[in-house]
């Protein structure tokens, strides 16, 4: 059997990169005593798949994993046993145990969904600004690839903006950048260039809240 998870990780932890975060996550595992199995061959490996990296300084409860294991085991007892060996800033958030035949998700998510906010006293976003992109065609930006900086046309990119009622935070639903997409700092330069906000990303919030599959729907099902 299975089981998928998502977990989060938060305050100084989402300073960690994606590679430490995964090696302090098979710590883990291993210090629960989670029955993980394990590849065959010369240097056998947990066999566990991540979902695509959060950036770095972004906290998230939208991490996932995929962990195979020798012998079945409950989802309450796979969280209650992992997370007492996690670090205070890393939580499994949910867990669902699925059949070894069941096609993996992860590399189906395609959607980011992030909440912004601005820190106290900056500049901020209005619902003017916000339309001025959506009814955008084309919002070409710089994006940083393996071969360097490359310009894009970042609209298609752009799934959603809302302006909550509070008018201090903006949920935001983007392509992520493992498909292609941006990340929201991208977003928020783009606000800069195309209306007459200013904004700092230094001073906004921001915070990955989940992520979806193409068709909009979550990984873990309620």
């Known amino acids: 059997m299975r089981m ?3 977990f989060s990780k938060e305050n100084d932890l989402r300073f960690i990169s994606h590679l430490d975060m995964v090696h302090a996550m098979e710590r ?3 210090r629960a005593d989670i029955p993980m199995a394990y590849s065959k061959g010369f240097s056998p490996h947990a066999k ?3 979902s695509a990296p959060t950036p770095l300084g972004i906290p998230s409860s939208a991490e996932y994993m995929d962990v195979h294991l020798v012998k079945p085991l409950s989802a309450q007892i796979f969280v209650q046993r992992l997370n007492n060996a996690l670090p205070n800033d890393m939580r ?3 867990a669902m145990e699925i059949d070894d ?3 993996g998700v992860l590399g189906k998510a395609t959607i980011g969904c992030y909440t912004i906010q601005p820190y106290e006293g900056v500049q901020w976003i209005s619902q003017s600004h916000i339309n001025v992109l959506m009814n955008m065609n084309d919002i070409i930006m710089e994006k940083r ?3 360097g900086l490359k310009e894009i046309n970042i609209r298609p990119c752009i799934k959603e903006l809302i302006l909550m009622q509070d008018g201090q935070h903006i949920t ?3 392509l ?3 498909v292609g997409g941006i990340n929201p700092d991208i977003l928020l330069k783009a606000f800069n260039i195309y209306t007459d906000v200013r904004i700092d990303v230094e001073d906004m919030a921001i915070h990955k809240d989940d992520i979806l599959l193409e068709d909009g729907r979550v990984l873990l099902p309620e």
Do not use: G, H, N, Q
């Open 4 to 6: 998928l998870v998502r």
């Open 92 to 94: 499994v958030l949910e």
């Open 48 to 50: 566990i798949s991540f």
């Open 176 to 178: 992520l950048p493992s």
């Open 101 to 103: 035949d069941v096609p």
């Open 28 to 30: 883990a595992l291993r």
């Open 145 to 147: 690839t393996k071969k």
């Open 172 to 174: 935001a639903k983007l």
